[in-house]
């Protein structure tokens, strides 16, 4: 069982940065991947970034890339996803997700059955 809790989020005008964080917790965890998702209002969930258990970053969006960064603390209690030059196309919100798996395995969307209870990000015009 794998326990997520975000925090961060907010409004930032077009070009700001913001910060997120994800505290992880849980009982008897092995290895986890980490998934980094958003949701823009009525559209599709997107996938931003996934990690491994190491904190290795597997995958990352195109259209974030030099932007958004994801990172670990030293006992991977807590990840941070900090984004830069946000644009108005941004505004969604930002679930930090978990599955109990390694390696390749992180890269697939599906059975990422851990959620956190999400983050409001928006950029105004």
């Known amino acids: 069982q794998v326990e997520l809790v975000e925090s961060g989020g907010g409004s930032v005008q077009p070009g700001g940065s913001l910060r997120l964080s994800c505290g992880v917790s849980?009982?008897?965890?092995?290895?986890?991947?980490m998934a980094w998702f958003r949701q823009p209002p009525g559209k599709e969930r997107e996938r931003i970034i996934m990690t491994d258990d190491e904190g290795r970053t597997l995958y990352t969006r195109s259209s974030v890339k030099g932007r958004f960064t994801a990172s670990q603390g030293r006992v991977r209690n807590t990840l941070w996803r900090r984004m830069s030059r946000l644009n108005i196309g941004e505004t969604a919100r930002y679930y930090c997700?978990?599955?109990?798996?390694?390696?390749?395995?992180?890269?697939?969307?599906?059975?990422?059955?851990?959620w956190g209870q999400g983050a409001q990000v928006t950029v105004p015009s």
């Open positions: 997700e978990a599955k109990e798996e390694n390696g390749v395995w992180c890269l697939t969307e599906s059975q990422y059955i851990y």
């Open positions: 849980g009982t008897a965890i092995g290895a986890i991947c």
